[in-house]
């Protein structure tokens, strides 16, 4: 009872002293400014507000908050130590390769690099000389690199749950330019969330913190732990992009987190069998890296090989979204259903769906063709001052005048507002 005590008051104080690191509110700040990009685009493309971020940034921080309470729990247990050095050493490589890329904001990246630079300088003399690169040297052979990647694959677990759990809610309907440059509609599923994590640290290397003793042996690190162990607060940001205009988003967000849950269980293996057998410290290093890039170009492909889903057919008018709190979210409609009688008028335009919602200006009667291909009926009444277009959105047709091109996104391209949006070419963000 007295050690779980302990615990408590040691994990209070290190989660006060996350406040004051800089690092957590540069994960809020860049969550932030990406939501705000996403709201620009879709009023840019459909004249509506299908997110509200303030309200998407509450949940993100909730989220974030369970899954580093989650990952710091089975921290505990096994035995992920960190030190102050270590923390800076992972946010200084993520801020790099943050200016590079902002979807390298990701610790995948971060923590393969540190193994690759620490395996790499244990073949030059530089640790042994004086000055700043000595110390730069040697303060990067100290670090816990089996434990870092370990630490990597925990927080891809908890965003393969997150993907799974939120991936469709987060997703952003698209207009995007098809490979013979005809417009098609598509999906942007991107969601971020800032994670405070709380991690061992042996109590030598806290200075004046006082240890404590644990009544078990973490698996990892049962022995530096000897002197006693304090809690370190270390503030991570865990999340995905992907754009698909070939399936619904649900489907994406069951795919992207499988193949999260599948790389977590790889770099966890690898990480746990560098702790007791150090030669393999570079190969799980290479896989942080190569296997994360794998998926997401692997993803890229497959895209690229499948037709898309998300255009008008002989049936009638195919839907790309449907705006909350609609008619249309009312009525059941969803993403890749097709519209094709209204009032019992065929609709191959928005024309003509305009002219058959007038048939009746109290009542619809839709006939949709379903994601299996099977007919299905639904019916409501209409009320004054309802969307014009009962809340859904269209596959894009020729008259559509903005359209989303997918490109590499650095930070200065997050930050610019003035690259938000233009006629023929807006850009997306890509992670």
């Known amino acids: 009872m007295e050690t779980a005590q302990e ?18 509110y540069v994960a809020g700040l860049l969550i932030v400014l990406h939501y705000i990009r996403q709201t620009r685009m879709e009023r840019k493309l459909f004249h509506v507000r299908l997110h509200i971020w303030p309200r998407l940034l509450v949940r993100a921080i909730v989220a974030g908050a369970l899954a580093g309470a989650a990952v710091s729990a089975a921290g505990v247990f096994i035995g992920l130590t960190l030190t102050p050095d270590a923390t800076l050493w992972l946010w200084g490589m993520t801020l790099v390769l943050l200016l590079l890329r902002v979807r390298y904001l990701c610790f995948a990246y971060s923590a393969g690099l540190l193994g690759l630079l620490q395996w790499g300088a244990g073949f030059t003399p530089l640790g042994s000389h004086e000055g700043v690169i000595g110390t730069f040297v040697r303060s990067l052979a ?7 990647l370990l630490l990597v694959a925990l927080l891809h677990a908890a965003e393969a749950l997150l ?77 995905f992009t992907e754009l698909t205009r070939s399936v619904v988003p649900g489907s994406q967000a069951r795919l992207t987190a499988r193949n999260l849950l599948v790389y977590s269980m790889i770099l966890a293996a690898l990480a746990a069998g560098s702790v007791f057998w150090p030669p393999l410290v570079p190969a799980a290093a290479i896989c942080s890296l190569v296997l994360h890039e794998v998926l997401i170009r692997m993803g890229v492909r497959r895209e690229r090989e499948r037709s898309p889903l998300y255009v008008h057919d002989e049936r009638g008018l195919r839907v790309l979204g449907v705006v909350p709190g609609t008619p249309a979210e009312q009525l059941g409609i969803m993403a890749g259903e097709v519209l094709h009688k ?24 839709l ?46 391209d997050l930050v610019r507002r003035s690259r938000a949006a233009h006629r023929r070419d807006v850009r997306e963000t890509s992670f």
């Open 7 to 24: 615990l408590l008051e040691q994990a209070w104080r290190a989660l006060m002293g996350l406040i004051a690191q800089p690092f957590y």
């Open 142 to 148: 100290e670090l816990d690199i089996p434990g870092l």
């Open 163 to 239: 993907v799974r759990a939120e991936g469709a809610r987060l997703a952003t309907p698209l207009f995007l330019e098809g490979k013979r440059g005809k417009l098609v509609g598509g999906y942007a599923l991107q969601g971020y969330w800032p994670v405070p994590l709380l991690l061992l640290m042996p109590a030598a290397a806290g200075g004046s913190a006082a240890g404590i003793g644990l009544p078990w042996t973490p698996l990892l690190g049962g022995t530096d732990g000897s002197g006693g162990w304090t809690l370190i607060a270390l503030p991570a940001i865990i999340g």
């Open 342 to 365: 209204v009032n019992g008028r065929r609709v191959r335009t928005k024309e003509d769906l305009h002219a058959a919602l007038h048939i009746n200006s109290a009542f619809c009667k």
């Open 367 to 412: 006939e949709l063709f379903n994601l299996e291909g099977q007919l299905k009926f639904t019916q409501r009444a209409r009320y004054e001052g309802e969307h014009h277009q009962l809340g859904v959105i269209l596959a894009p047709d020729e008259d559509a005048g903005y359209y989303a091109a997918p490109a590499p996104a650095s930070l200065l």
